[in-house]
């Protein structure tokens, strides 16, 4: 008889919805989350409430489920370290160890390590604890500048000149609250392009690069309003994106291979999912930040094509032996419903109507996030409806006739992955690079 494997997920998002479908396709699905995720419950053989960052209690869970790999879903429980307790108690785990996770929970560390590696795609940053010696930096610099807490923010923290900073002036007046706060400021030049998300898996030594895919952040259709967790992002059949040349495509590849490189050679060996966040700049695709997982939304547009075993690949990244990943040649376009108000003040508590059936009909597929089993929004991104087609045009209006089934106080942004929001991100591509 042939064990199945007992796979543990921490997290229960959108994101993490789509990691459990493809860990359940070869492995029983064990889950520890902070709120019941009625897509996740429904693929898991046990779910226990807790808190993702408690990581004794999660380590409690996996001893007692007798766990064979666990597979970590967020950041904020691999800055706890929950890797580094995962393995040292016996259960090998999918994700970096506190220290390699500095490279998204300590912004300073991953512009020095990209400095001191000499790195491409860096930009020109420095840190202050001074309040007195930054102000005089950006004065000196005159260019616009962005601004960053060096932790975790969850998306909220940084602030760029000539978006939510009006200029430099105000920049300096948000730097100087951040070192009062925290003791530190991050102050990077400000890169002007149209971002992108690189994901990869990683061993620790070999890099298996994912299609790319592109984030919509603003809250608003036309790419205004706050700045959110992602609204939804799509992918291209080609694996690349309409306004990526080749070129650019090989020196990202090449910066996300330098810095597992340069993890290594730091003594901080990285292993896991590594997402690079670049801005495609006149001269090169620039890193914005890295992120220590995979990205929501992205994550519903690589994981549902990906035609290799997760459960094989985690366990080759853990072994350091990992050998390859296959995607299918498919387009993909990832909605999310998100409650009315959020981000800044959303409603909670009120039930949401999915017909799951008539979504399918359409041919769409549907992950859950934040909402409980009792389908009622706990505030954050409610519900992806995801599109998957040869043609990005299919698969934006899979999505477009699959949302429409879902009815309550939310919004969505109707223009993820539309023809005319393409072209106005090809058309700056061009005109920023004299084309
Ligand atoms: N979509 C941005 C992120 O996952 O951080």
């Known amino acids: 008889m042939v064990n199945i494997m007992r796979v543990l997920l921490v997290g229960a998002g959108g994101r993490e919805n789509a990691i459990a ?3 359940a396709r070869d492995a029983e699905l064990y889950v520890v989350a902070g709120h019941k995720n009625p897509g996740i419950v429904r693929l898991a053989k046990d779910y226990a409430l807790a808190k993702e960052t408690d990581v004794p209690r999660v380590l409690d869970f996996a001893l007692k489920w007798g766990i064979d790999m666990a597979f970590i879903g967020p950041e904020a429980p691999l800055e706890k370290g929950i890797v580094n307790v995962l393995e040292e108690n016996g259960v090998p785990t999918v994700g ?28 020109l940053f420095r840190v202050f604890d001074d309040v007195s010696e930054m102000k005089s930096w950006i004065d000196d610099f005159g260019r616009p500048v962005v601004v960053k807490p060096l932790g975790l923010t969850g998306g909220k923290g940084v602030k760029v000149v000539g978006y939510q900073l009006k200029d430099n002036e105000e920049a300096k007046t948000y730097a100087e609250e951040l070192i009062k706060r925290d003791g530190k400021v991050l102050i990077e030049e400000r890169t002007d392009g149209v971002e992108f998300t690189f994901q990869v898996f990683t061993d620790g030594k070999r890099v298996v690069p994912m299609p ?13 309003g706050p700045i959110t967790g992602g609204m939804g992002s799509y992918s291209c059949e080609d694996h690349l994106l309409p306004f990526i040349p080749k070129e650019d495509y090989e020196k990202a590849l090449e910066t996300l291979k330098a810095t597992v490189e340069a993890m290594r050679k730091n003594g901080t060996p990285y292993k896991g999912i590594l997402y690079g966040q670049f801005m ?43 050998k390859g990943a296959e995607f ?15 981000p800044t003040n959303p409603v909670r508590g009120v039930k949401l109507h999915v017909d799951e059936a008539k979504i399918r009909e359409e041919g769409a597929k549907v992950y859950y996030a934040s909402l409980d089993e009792n389908f009622t929004m706990l ?40 023809r005319e929001s393409i072209a106005r991100r090809i058309e700056l591509v061009r005109a920023m690079r004299g084309e």
């Open 379 to 418: 505030g954050s991104r409610a519900l992806a409806v995801v599109g998957i087609a040869d043609s990005l045009e299919e698969a934006e209006r899979i999505a477009s006739a699959g949302i429409k089934h879902v009815s309550g106080e939310i919004f969505y942004r109707k223009d993820v992955g539309t």
């Open 21 to 23: 479908e493809v860990l």
């Open 96 to 123: 970096p160890t506190r220290e390699a996770a500095m490279l998204e929970t300590n912004k300073a560390f991953a512009r020095q390590l990209m400095e001191e590696h000499k790195i491409p795609g860096r930009k």
């Open 280 to 322: 495609l700049a006149k001269d090169e695709p620039k890193i914005i930040e890295f992120n220590a997982r995979f990205g929501d939304p992205e994550a519903m547009n690589v994981l549902p094509i990906l035609k290799s075993s997760l459960v094989e690949i985690g366990e080759e990244i853990v072994d350091g032996n990992l």
């Open 212 to 224: 790319l895919a592109q984030d919509y952040p603003h809250a608003y259709d036309g790419d205004v």
């Open 328 to 342: 299918e040649r498919k387009a993909t376009v990832v909605k999310y419903i998100a409650p009315k108000g959020y």
